[in-house]
């Protein structure tokens, strides 16, 4: 998952689409899984609730799919006017509809075969090797230079060459670095004080430039959330370094803190009509929010059009929304997509479709919370912790990025939940076994 998406990996073997390392690997692993669990006489242990969940959550993904291939007549349109090919039905099927299992699938085996200590160790190393992997490559991509970049020379800059040198675009990668950088400092509480200061250190301190060198603002805003959330809760004492490492961001990013600004500092755009002014301080909205405030308001009247069931996939440039918006900026803006998971996940599924994927993610955050606070094994504290760091920087990311239909940078997120699900369930085995001896013991006294 780390270089998959890297320009060097081949695309294809012997030029048959899909036929790729990923795919094959994935197929390998996939019905090695079926085979040796039906020969170790594993049961599917996953919490009731959840396999409904999850079920309603796949359901609501492939009825969008369909909804989208019955009338794709606003997409075609855009097509046309915009000069681009349309996707084919097969391209379609395989993007929207198989893609969005094939990333599951993983976390699914994780779940379901890590059985002992030694394999849970290999999973949540994988997990945070997955990330430090790629904040090496984003910094030996980006160079240390760019950290004294202007913040929108810093955002160019990774948005032409972390999707051209590393696969991953820059916003999605810096909502993967605000949460990694939390989990793997989870992982301190497993090691000694020699390995913290030798390697969790170093792995956070790399993650944390990583990020800075995305210039996503809604990933250093995640960031921030996450530490004030863990810092207050559990680790009260950092909040002492607070200081210190918003003086070293200053001193060694000094464009973070620039792209940080950028829109409230700055003189508003005097071609926006989408400025406010606060207390005589120009605040140009449009550059604030990258332009979102365009198309936020249009994404909610098609959601009042349609808000129980959706308009289906890819509503946004379906229903128009994407052409009427080029066509008013003169062509400055394009918006394929909402840019916030919630409103296109509700433009797609209306919201009885949002149901499930609400009470999914509660759930999750509700386990691995109660994980996190039980202070009995230290497993349950990191594992809590890893699966909280990923899943609440992709909800707040999601406010300003994301989707809610699973791609490829949120595998490590659905690896850490599927840990987190093995881990609840061990625990609520021990609990249960231990209930049982004190019962059998109080008959046998009665007795």
């Not at 929207?96 to 190393?125: S, T």
């Not at 605000?178 to 509480?189: N, R």
């Not at 989408?274 to 009247?301: A, C, K, Q």
């Amino acid at each position: 998952m780390a270089v998959f998406q890297h320009p060097d990996m081949p695309k294809s073997i012997a030029g048959i689409p899909g036929f790729n390392h990923w795919n094959f690997l994935f197929l390998n692993v996939t019905f090695s899984w079926m085979v040796n669990r039906g020969k170790q006489h594993l049961t599917w242990e996953m919490p009731v609730k959840i396999n409904l969940l999850l079920f309603f959550y796949g359901f609501f993904i492939v009825l969008s799919v369909l909804r989208y291939l019955n009338d794709m007549s606003g997409a075609v349109e855009f097509n046309t006017v915009y000069g681009s090919e349309m996707d084919s039905t097969l391209s379609i099927i395989n993007e929207y509809l198989i893609n969005c299992f094939k990333w599951v699938i993983p976390a699914m085996i994780i779940f379901d075969g890590c059985r002992d200590r030694k394999q849970y160790n290999f999973a949540i190393l994988a997990i945070a090797f997955l990330y430090v992997l790629l904040a090496l490559q984003v910094i030996k991509a980006m160079k240390f230079g760019s950290l004294t970049l202007s913040g929108n020379s810093l955002q160019r800059k990774a948005l032409k060459i972390l999707s051209s040198n590393v696969g991953y675009h820059r916003v999605n990668m810096s909502m993967m670095m605000s949460g990694a950088f939390w989990a793997v400092f989870c992982l301190k509480e497993f090691v000694s004080k020699k390995l913290y200061l030798f390697l969790i250190i170093p792995s956070c301190c790399c993650i944390l430039l990583a990020m800075a060198m995305t210039g996503g603002r809604m990933g250093y805003v995640t960031w921030v959330c996450l530490g004030a959330f863990f810092c207050i809760l559990k680790w009260r004492k950092y909040l002492l370094l607070a200081p210190v490492i918003l003086g070293g961001i200053l001193m060694v990013a000094p464009s973070a803190i620039d792209r940080m600004e950028f829109g409230i500092t700055s003189e508003p755009d005097v071609n926006q009509t989408d400025t406010i002014n606060f207390e005589g301080e120009g605040v140009d909205t449009h550059s604030l929010t990258s332009g979102r405030v365009l198309i936020w308001p249009m994404v909610w009247e098609s959601i009042q059009e349609a808000p129980f069931f959706g308009h289906g996939r890819n509503s946004t440039v379906n229903e128009g929304i994407t052409l009427q918006l080029l066509i008013i900026s003169n062509g400055q803006e394009l918006f394929p997509h909402p840019h916030n998971a919630y409103l296109q996940w509700i433009e797609d599924n209306g919201f009885i479709g949002l149901i499930p994927v609400f009470l999914f993610y509660l759930l999750i955050i509700k386990y691995a919370w109660s994980l996190f606070k039980d202070k009995r094994e230290t497993i349950y504290v990191v594992t809590g912790g890893l699966c909280l760091s990923l899943v609440l920087a992709f909800l707040i990311a999601s406010i300003g990025s994301q989707n809610f239909y699973p791609r490829e940078g949120a595998v490590g997120m659905w690896a850490a939940m599927a840990l987190m699900l093995r881990v609840y369930i061990e625990r609520k085995k021990v609990e249960d076994k231990k209930q049982s001896n004190l019962i059998n013991s109080f008959i046998k006294k009665e007795v």
